[in-house]
């Protein structure tokens, strides 16, 4: 005796899918495949786009990968990294900005963890700032 006809199927959809849409004329048939014909052209478009810019981009490698390919010392690849940490303070004064980065720094050498962290993405253990 529920009401919420659980079990008792659901609501019947009307069969008629040749009924007109809005004033277009255009069956509901007609209105979605017209909709998945452009959702393919969009998408084809977004990934000829894509592997355009990423073809450019391809020749900005990331600082994890000109390490690896020996661009870069372990130094050069942890500077990089805290530029991108820390590209969002970029309004912060020069001083109190290469402060923070000072810290950080120091941080990814002093801390067990981030030494870690630092190794295993390196393959080497972060030196310190004085040595």
Known sequence: MGIDRIGKGGPTLPTNTTAEVGKSGQSFEAT???KAGAEKVGK???AGSV???GAVE???ASPLEKLRAG??????YLD???DQATAHLQGLAPAHL?????ALREQLTTDPMLADLVKRASGQAPASPEG
């Open 71 to 76: 661009q870069i010392d372990l130094n050069g």
């Open 32 to 34: 979605l495949q017209e």
């Open 51 to 53: 592997g355009g810019a």
């Open 80 to 82: 990089l990294k805290l």
């Open 98 to 102: 290469d402060a923070i980065k000072k």
């Open 44 to 46: 084809a478009e977004t």
């Open 58 to 60: 391809g020749a900005a």
